[in-house]
């Protein structure tokens, strides 16, 4: 097996210079963890997506710190080599809570939006590295919503000058995805924004074909809830 160094944050950081791409999927368990570590994923995002996805949840609005700090704990004992990022929740921004996330092994913690910067720019100062997100915010945003507002290169560049080693662009227009990615100087990760960014992130229950219901912009390269349901339903009829 081909070893692969440890993916740090100066990495990921200077990797747009080096013209890497960055890769990115979301977990939420041992498992799965372990599994993206193996396979070379470069950062394994412990999402709050995990409200839609694992808890069943309406959105992420319900994820809580004690969640988001028992999802990181086991992914944290899967990987390995990768960037870990954990996701800070809903009204829960704070140097505090980052220092939680980093305690329970995230490398890194994201946070949507720049409404807080000055405690963004605390949380860098505090020693703990900050991956931003621009575009359409779900812990805010009621719907999904293509953005297609040029405030988001103001406020991208505002991100990097907080400290940011990255920015996640989310449902942005591509157009405007490859301009924010022209006027900062650290790596912009997209989902569902284009191809001119330097790097993507899915969930990765939809790029496996897990979820009920999945956006249209991700590309599901296997049906595993048809295969999973019918490897179950067999199982029944045979102990039935």
């Known amino acids: 097996m081909e070893k692969r160094e440890k993916v740090t944050v100066k990495g990921i950081k200077g990797s747009r210079h080096q013209g890497a791409k960055i890769v990115m999927l979301t977990a939420y368990d041992y498992p799965f963890a372990k599994i993206m570590d193996e396979a070379g994923v470069d950062i394994v995002l412990v999402g709050d997506s995990l409200g839609n996805v694992v808890l069943g949840l309406p959105n992420t609005r319900g994820v809580t710190m004690p969640d988001m700090l028992h999802h990181t704990r ?3 004992r899967g990987v390995k080599r990768a ?5 800070v929740p809903y009204r829960s921004l704070s140097v ?3 220092r939680k996330l980093r305690q329970a092994g995230a490398s890194a913690v994201k946070v949507e939006g720049i409404t ?4 963004i720019k ?3 100062g505090a020693g703990i590295p900050v991956m931003g997100h621009l575009g359409y915010l779900p812990q805010t945003d009621p719907k999904p919503a293509i953005s297609r507002s040029e405030s988001l290169i103001g406020q991208a560049k505002e991100l990097e000058k907080a400290g940011a080693f990255a920015i996640v662009l989310e449902l942005v227009e591509p157009k405007l995805a490859k301009k924010i990615a022209e006027s ?3 790596p912009t990760i997209g989902i569902g924004s284009g191809k001119n960014c330097a790097g993507q992130v899915l969930v990765t229950y939809d790029l496996l074909g897990l979820s009920d219901w999945s956006p249209r912009f991700a590309k599901k390269k296997i049906d595993l809830r048809r295969i999973i349901l019918r490897t179950l339903r067999e199982f029944v009829a045979e102990n039935k």
């Open 116 to 119: 807080r910067i000055k405690t």
């Open 122 to 124: 605390q949380i860098v």
């Open 96 to 98: 505090a809570n980052a």
């Open 184 to 186: 900062v100087t650290i």
């Open 83 to 87: 960037l870990l990022v954990a996701d």
């Open 74 to 76: 086991a992914v944290a």
